[in-house]
């Protein structure tokens, strides 16, 4: 005594029905069901196109390779001589009350000097 599950005799009931609305579509529609499934079944054999996928390893090698050139490049330099001069910072050297009297000391000659190689 073989007793078939519950799950076994919904499939053979559901099979029953399919193969029943089959047996009564019409010549036509049968037709293009088959053209269909034949086309389907020949796009699974034929090899996929890989269209703009086959450029996107190339792509990302390159936009690497570009972040990388650019983070390598130095940078600009500034050297001293052509840092931008602060006019404010030199009025605050000369209102300084604790800044150095170059009038008065002991390189007054020296002073006097650097201003005539200054005009020439």
Do not use: C
């Not at 090698?61 to 500034?78: C, E, N, R, T, Y």
């Not at 931008?84 to 009025?91: G, I, K, Q, R, T």
């Not at 800044?99 to 005009?119: I, K, R, T």
Request: hydrophobic letters at 40%; a negative charge; glycine letters at 6%.
């Amino acid at each position: 005594m073989s007793q078939e599950s519950p799950q076994g005799e919904f499939e053979k009931r559901s099979r029953e029905l399919l193969d029943e609305s089959a047996s009564r579509l019409d010549g036509r529609t049968l037709s293009r069901l088959t053209q269909a499934r034949h086309a389907a079944l020949d796009r699974l054999e034929r090899p996929a196109r890989f269209g703009w996928r086959m450029w996107v390893p190339a792509g990302a090698a390159a936009a690497v390779a570009l972040l990388v050139v650019l983070a390598w490049q130095p940078g600009p330099s500034i050297s001293p001589t052509a840092q931008a001069v602060n006019p404010l910072e030199d009025l605050d050297l000369l209102s300084d009350g604790e800044a150095p009297d170059f009038a008065e000391g002991e390189d007054l000659d020296f002073y006097e000097w650097a201003a005539g190689e200054m005009e020439t």
